[in-house]
């Protein structure tokens, strides 16, 4: 691994396309960076902070975004396959469409996120706070759900086959028409308090 870019801080800088593969980025600032487009193996930022930063069509695997903050940011059909956002916050964020494919999601703060129609497949997402956060139609399929924060959460038409709805009380979400498989329905039907039996 290269050596870490520590407490830079970058502004209004043209990142369009950018390959930024292997790179490692330690406590530094990203404002109004256009990364639109860009992609990204291997990357690693750790601490940093991101305001006013396109990620519009950008595409990153196996990279690290942990610790960090995003403020402001436009994630438009951005994709992420097998990255780690751990302990990270959004806020403000244009968020739609993401598509998320496995990684570790844990932690993350996505209060009063706007997720609709969002994807998120096979996501690590232990104790991630969704507290108020709008996911009508998206889709949270075979992920690790154990312990979210779901108050005020709305999941109208939301698809959550398959994953760990472990600690979710259907009574402070709006539900109509959420999807879930028999084993959850189990679930949640012990989390109101029904003897499920055979």
């Known amino acids: ?15 369009y396309a ?4 292997d790179r490692h980025y330690l406590g530094c600032a990203f404002h109004r ?4 487009e860009a992609t990204s193996r291997g990357a690693t ?5 991101f305001g006013d930063v396109r990620f519009n069509i950008s595409r990153h695997v196996d990279s690290a975004f942990t610790r960090c903050t995003f403020v402001r940011c436009n994630l438009f059909e951005a994709e992420f396959t097998s990255c780690k956002f751990v302990g990270s ?14 990684g570790d999601w844990s932690f993350v703060n996505l209060a009063g996120a706007d997720l609709r129609g969002a994807r998120f497949t096979g996501v690590r997402m232990r ?4 507290a108020g956060a709008d996911l009508t139609a998206a889709t949270i399929t075979g992920s690790d759900l154990s312990e979210v924060n779901w108050r005020n ?3 109208s038409r939301a698809d959550l086959r398959g994953s760990d709805l472990t600690g979710l009380d259907p009574t402070v979400v709006q539900r109509v028409d959420t999807l879930v498989d028999v084993g959850q329905a189990m679930v949640l039907a012990q989390a109101l308090g029904f003897d499920v039996r055979a």
């Open 153 to 155: 959460a709305r999941l």
């Open 45 to 49: 930022f750790s601490g940093c902070t």
């Open 18 to 21: 950018e390959d930024l593969a």
């Open 127 to 130: 104790e991630t706070d969704l």
């Open 1 to 15: 691994m290269p050596e870490p870019i520590e407490d830079v801080t970058f502004h209004d800088e043209d990142w």
């Open 33 to 36: 960076v256009d990364l639109t």
């Open 89 to 102: 916050t959004f806020d403000r964020c244009d968020l739609r469409p993401l598509t998320v494919t496995g």
